[in-house]
């Protein structure tokens, strides 16, 4: 498997978990796929972001701490080797805490009153999802312990005692649906949100240990995760006794413990030591072995995605496993089913990956068969949509009909969701287009209010609605199309770098030294890809692209107003914002240039510009 076909499985993987709810492969696949990648490319851009962006719900909310993920650990050896890196006292004190598998959230505060809520995203931008704060108790308007800026971070969760039909589906799924649902919100009443953190640049309004964060939210009325300060010796026992008790009495579902250094101010020296890529090195996840069940296989359903590949999913006897009711499970792709031999009525071993993402472990009847003999009785030679031919393609087989209704449908949801319209829903979609009224991206943008009439279910708000959410996001920047088209690994950071500015740019370059240049250029000589990409220049209205990048500024201390607006501010003026100083960091603002805060002597040291924000606003 090449290093392109590794990283676009793994990216796919990561959309379908954090956007979808509906994990492709088992956490142990997605682990393993990693490691592969980083054996034999470990500089490569993928492990330099965390989630992924969602464009379904509200607007893009910028991190101006980013939420990174952890750093795994299997087994509690795993921890002390860790531990033993970091070179600290045997008698530092540790916080440990569950982790919990729902969706990231933040709650942002600003002279005590709630301005938003937002997912993490890719770690550095997550969705703006404010609207769900009304419907959720768990989410109050202010706080009393600070008016200064600060997140209080967390998961949204279903719990397992939830009154919410789940249908028999995972949890996190049902959380992610009900986050992003655009119609009946009040069932988010079912949705929890447990906080974990407390997050702010503004050091003296937060609590100097991990622990006494908790502490603290648990005071002021919040849902807390359980928590306890542990040592060097003390990680095998809380393990036993976390796979043997606590999982299974906490009524959030979890996915392993993290443990972080308690001690706040040990936490820059630590990362300074290393590349913080996706993970601070201050933490790490202790995950908890795969749980299982046998049973028999029904069937295999077959679903068609945008690019036409064929994607299996198992339909088994329903089980019990950690709480939820199972049917299905992914079975990622055609040569999965043929590595396993499947046969109806085969007996599986269905596991739930860190007691959430239920996969296929092994078929228990496939011993006696042999891979020239068995016959792939599961494996379609049609499509069972559209009734073209299939074509082997790498692991996966292809509907060769590129005109094919569920080929189509699927391209027309994936430019609903990259383009934020959160009023169309995918409901709304199929019934367009069974009705005829839709059948490309080209057609969401013609339709008027006159082309509804006489449609069930679309009343006068519903057809305003989705008419003046298309006119909307209409205007674009030629990076932004680009983007939006579905070109494998190619993102608005990435054209940049290849000096990619423009649409004629994107049309002259020839580059192929670069996986994403190949794929570019090989998209582009796909005839009818061009005939698509005309037919959207004649809806799209392309704007100006801001000005150039000027480089990464940081900001510190607290500004004139909030870090939102001043991010935004420093995005317009073309820079873009980190969160802490770097050798890459060209100007740091801050309220006092004269300050002896940590990166003001570390701005210094480096001979970084420092500057006041009066200052940066009037430039």
Not at 336 to 341: E, G, I, Q, T
Not at 382 to 398: A, L, M, N, Q
Request: include cysteine; hydrophobic fraction near 35%.
């Amino acid at each position: 498997m090449t290093v392109k076909e590794i990283v676009r499985q793994l990216e796919e993987a990561r959309k379908a978990y954090y956007n979808e709810g509906t994990p492709l492969m088992s956490d142990a696949a997605f682990d393993e796929l990693e490691e592969l990648l980083k054996s034999l490319d470990p500089e490569n851009s993928y492990f330099s972001t965390v989630g992924i962006e969602n464009n379904e719900t509200g607007g893009k909310i910028v991190h101006s701490i980013p939420m990174l993920s952890m750093g795994k650990a299997k087994k509690a050896a795993d921890v002390h080797k860790w531990m033993d890196r970091l070179a600290l006292p045997e008698d530092l004190v540790y916080c440990l805490q569950p982790k919990i598998d729902g969706l990231s959230a933040t709650c942002r505060y600003r002279e005590g009153k709630l301005v938003y809520t937002a997912t993490r995203g890719d770690g550095k931008t997550g969705q703006d999802v404010s609207h769900i704060a009304r419907y959720m108790a768990d989410i109050p308007d202010s706080i009393s312990f600070t008016k200064g800026d600060v997140e209080i971070r967390g998961e949204l969760y279903l719990p397992k005692n939830t009154e919410y039909d789940t249908k028999g589906k995972p949890l996190r799924n049902n959380c992610v649906g009900l986050i992003n649902r655009k119609e009946d919100r009040d069932d988010l009443k079912h949705v929890r949100f447990v906080c974990y953190q407390i997050a702010s640049e503004e050091s003296q309004i937060v609590p100097s240990k991990e622990s006494d964060k908790i502490a603290l939210l648990d005071r002021e009325g919040f849902h807390t995760v359980e928590f306890h300060r542990v040592n060097y010796g003390d990680v095998e026992s809380i393990y036993e006794r976390y796979l043997e008790e606590d999982r299974d009495r906490w009524l959030y579902e979890t996915d392993g413990l993290i443990l972080t250094i308690d001690d706040n101010s040990l936490h820059e020296e630590i990362d300074s030591r290393w590349v913080v890529d996706h993970h601070h090195h201050y933490a790490i996840a202790l995950k908890p072995p795969a749980a299982g069940k046998e049973t028999n296989l029904k069937g295999v359903e077959w679903q068609i995605s945008r690019q036409g590949n064929l994607i299996p999913v198992a339909q088994f006897e329903a089980i019990e496993l950690g709480g939820a009711k199972l049917e299905r499970a992914s079975l990622h792709n055609a040569q999965f089913v043929r590595d396993l031999m499947l046969a109806p009525g085969d007996r599986l071993i269905i596991e739930r990956a860190n007691d959430v993402i239920p996969y296929v472990r092994a078929n228990l009847s496939n011993e006696s068969r042999t891979r020239e003999s068995h016959i792939d009785i599961l494996i379609p030679k049609r499509c069972p949509v559209c009734d073209s031919p299939v074509e082997d393609r790498g692991v996966h087989i292809h509907c060769t009909n590129k005109s094919c209704p569920e080929r189509q449908i699927q391209s027309i949801l994936y430019w609903v969701r990259q383009s934020d319209m959160e009023q169309i829903a995918e409901g709304t979609i199929r019934q367009l287009y069974k009705e005829k009224k839709v059948s490309s991206i080209h057609d969401l943008y013609t339709l008027t209010e006159e082309d509804f009439e006489g449609l069930e279910g679309f009343g006068e708000k519903k057809i305003a609605n989705f008419v003046s959410q298309a006119a909307a996001k209409k205007h674009m920047t030629a990076l932004e199309l680009i983007g939006k088209l579905g070109i494998p690994l190619v993102q608005q950071k990435a054209l940049k770098k290849l000096g990619i500015a423009s649409l004629q740019d994107f049309r002259d370059f020839k580059d192929d030294t670069y996986i994403i240049g190949q794929n570019i250029i090989a998209w582009r000589e796909d005839r009818e890809n061009e005939e698509f990409l005309e037919e959207l220049l004649k809806v799209i209205e392309i704007e100006k692209e801001a000005s150039g990048d000027k480089g990464e500024i940081c900001m510190t201390g607290k500004g004139p107003m909030g870090r939102k607006e001043l991010v935004a501010l420093a995005a317009e003026k073309g820079y873009t914002v980190g969160s802490s100083v770097t050798k890459t960091t060209v100007l740091l603002v801050c309220d006092d240039p004269e300050g002896t805060s940590s990166k003001l002597v570390k701005a210094r040291k480096n001979g970084i510009t420092l500057m006041s924000y009066e200052d940066f606003l009037e430039m």
